[in-house]
Nanobody
Framework: QVQLVESGGGLVQAGGSLRLSCAAS????????MGWYRQAPGKQRELAAA???????NYADSVKGRFTISRDNAKNTVYLQMNSLKPEDTAVYYC?????????????WGQGTQVTVSS
């Protein structure tokens, strides 16, 4: 079974940077989009950034201009470069790959990686 392995989370001071990576354990075919979601304590999971198969990107207003999502199709890997981090960016970050499995939409999720931004 395909697993998404995330890395790059940690503790950083406000204003610092982190780069998250998410790699699939096996090749995934028919990928439509890849994205990063985040969930802060007591809050619902929300989209931070997404990138489609043609390279179009979408960002939450709160991260525009600070976060950059990118992907390596050959490696089935998606990245999230996070700059100018703020304490309110503290959350568990999850990667998601939207694909088609046996002709039906199927979402793969990572296990989550903690990002903590200190003030």
């Amino acid at each position: 079974q395909v697993q998404l392995v995330e890395s790059g989370g940690g503790l950083v001071q406000a204003g610092g940077s982190l780069r998250l990576s998410c790699a699939a354990s096996e090749s995934i075919f028919s990928i439509n989009a890849m994205g990063w979601y985040r969930q802060a304590p007591g809050k619902q999971r929300e989209l931070a950034a997404a990138i489609t198969s043609d390279g179009s990107t979408n960002y939450a207003d709160s991260v525009k201009g600070r976060f950059t999502i990118s992907r390596d199709n050959a490696k089935n890997t998606v990245y999230l470069q996070m700059n100018s981090l703020k304490p309110e960016d503290t959350a568990v970050y999850y990667c998601k790959i939207e694909a088609a499995l046996r002709g039906f939409p199927y979402d793969y999720w990572g296990q989550g990686t903690q990002v903590t931004v200190s003030s």
